[in-house]
């Protein structure tokens, strides 16, 4: 009887060691992390969020090097896309600070307890992140551009993988930036659910993103960037006719979306 108690006992918890988190503890996990990051200082979060804009850049290069050295041919693109989730492997997994990651992050803390100062504190997360972001990615695009720290070959790529923006109206990109941020902020969540490094899952979504065409803000701030550097459009086209609509789409998306339906699924638990 002892014997059997015991084996019961080992089958047990040899079951839950091999099940997944419940949804309410990948919610708390995620929720820790997003009060990691409200209570992080303002300037950790401008480097972080500085250092990620210019990483972005490496999606843009290793696309453009793919571009630039495969045939013209109609699979071509979906290779090209491959070069797309290396600046999101190096920002994620080196945990600096993303825009579209941490809206659904932040905002968990948020819908969990809501109030007037953790309102403002999401709003300080967001405002200093995504500036950072823009400002490295306008960095890494100019010296892309202008530091000539690629071939003209390869940067002749980049152009022209970064053209494709242009074939987009504005309601276009805010349509198709709402996947791409409901996808983005599912990495949080993901990543959380499971173990190890996060790579698999970081590759997959991303490229994900590019196979699809679906738009996200700062990999795409560092596409308009170069092609306002190189000549190909204006400043107007880059704040209107990209950045803003992509910017709306993320949110809806990663937060208006995701966030609050992966909140609404465990609130009557917690």
């Not at 290396?86 to 809206?103: A, K, P, S, V, Y």
């Not at 972001?133 to 690629?150: D, E, I, K, T, Y």
């Not at 902020?185 to 997959?204: C, H, L, Q």
């Amino acid at each position: 009887m002892a014997d059997r108690t015991a084996k019961k006992q080992e089958e047990q918890q040899e079951a839950e060691e091999r099940s997944a988190p419940s949804a309410r503890v990948v919610h708390a996990a995620v929720s820790e992390q997003g009060e990691d990051e409200l209570n992080r200082p303002t300037s950790s979060l401008f480097w972080s969020g500085l250092g990620a804009g210019i990483a972005m850049t490496a999606s843009v290069s290793a696309s453009g090097a793919l571009h630039h050295f495969l045939p013209d041919t109609p699979w071509r693109e979906a290779v090209t896309s491959l070069g797309y989730p290396l600046g999101f492997l190096i920002i994620i997994l080196g945990r600096m600070q993303l825009f579209t990651e941490q809206t659904m992050v932040a905002v968990l803390p948020l819908a969990r307890k809501p109030s007037l100062a953790c309102l403002g504190r999401v709003a300080r997360l967001w405002l200093v992140v995504f500036l950072a972001n823009m400002l490295g990615a306008a960095a890494g695009a100019a010296l892309a551009v202008f530091g000539r720290v690629q071939s003209d070959a390869v940067l002749t790529g980049m152009v022209g993988v970064a053209a494709k923006l242009l074939e987009r109206a504005p309601l276009e990109v805010l349509m198709q930036a709402i996947p791409a941020g409901f996808l983005i902020a599912s990495v949080a969540w993901i990543r959380s659910a499971t173990e190890g490094s996060g790579f698999s899952i970081v590759f997959a979504i991303t490229y994900g993103i590019a196979l699809c065409g679906f738009a996200h803000v700062i990999a795409g701030a560092s596409e308009a960037f170069l092609l306002l550097g190189h000549g190909e459009a204006g400043l107007g086209w880059v704040t209107g006719g990209f950045l803003l609509p992509a910017l709306v789409g993320n949110i809806i998306g990663g937060t208006g979306l995701f966030a609050l339906l992966a909140h609404a699924q465990v609130k009557d638990e917690i």
